[in-house]
């Protein structure tokens, strides 16, 4: 419940999912399973003023021989302000989104090193609606590449003792100023943001040791 309205949220996770029985009868007791996916479902609303929608997929072992991760993730979100689309007061906003995402195991430099590849998409559509962009009607496109470089020697998920994790990530979007010959300052918000240009950089590291009896644990985040 917020801003005196009442959210519904319905959540499914699989997490013995097998989506090479999905298509075998016999299987379905009440879904396939045995293979070690995870497959998500959600959805949210408050009726009429905002609607949301995800599913995803995790194939935790990608060929089956090595712990290479895969996973597909699709959603859709809508926020209104509960008018109908045929009223010209009607403001909305509109976001579909997909993301792909492949993990591998690195030996190099060490065993404990890990590389995370994504490739995202979301589409806008804007009616009447500017509390978050710089234009109220139009459309956008973010298409970005991520790339994260990972290492985690931490002994234990829940309680840590000892170990370590850093993480690097660099989230970056084609450069299109420099191929499409536009004159950016004579061009609308509308037309400038069409397709969203950004790189994001971001370091994390997270330190765990045990002295003795007394834990010492170290955050730094940039």
């Not at 030996?107 to 490739?119: A, G, L, Q, R």
């Not at 994790?165 to 609308?188: A, E, G, H």
């Amino acid at each position: 419940m917020g801003a005196g309205q009442i959210v519904g949220t319905l959540g499914l996770t699989f997490n013995n999912f097998s989506g090479r029985n999905i298509f075998k009868k016999d299987t379905w007791t009440p879904l396939p399973s045995g293979d070690g996916q995870k497959l998500s479902l959600r959805a949210q609303t408050n009726g009429k003023f905002f609607q949301s929608y995800s599913a995803s997929f995790t194939e935790p072992w990608l060929g089956g021989k090595k712990s290479n991760s895969l996973s597909v993730t699709l959603f859709n979100s809508i926020q209104t302000n509960g008018k109908k689309k045929s009223d010209i007061t009607r403001q909305s906003i509109n976001i579909t989104g997909l993301s792909i995402g492949l993990g591998q195991r690195l030996k190099k430099p060490d065993d404990y090193f890990s590389i995370y590849h994504e490739i995202n998409y979301q589409y806008y559509v804007l009616q009447n609606y500017s509390s978050s962009f710089l234009f109220s009607d139009g459309y956008s496109n973010n298409l970005s590449l991520q790339e994260t470089i990972f290492r985690n020697s931490v002994d234990a998920p829940i309680y840590p003792r000892m170990g370590s994790q850093f993480s690097f990530t660099l989230q970056l979007t084609p450069p299109y100023s420099w191929f499409n010959n536009k004159d950016y300052t004579n061009l609308t918000d509308q037309e400038k943001y069409k397709f969203i240009e950004y790189h994001k950089w971001k370091f994390r590291c997270f330190l765990v040791y045990t002295l003795s009896m007394e834990q010492t644990r170290f955050k730094c985040k940039s």
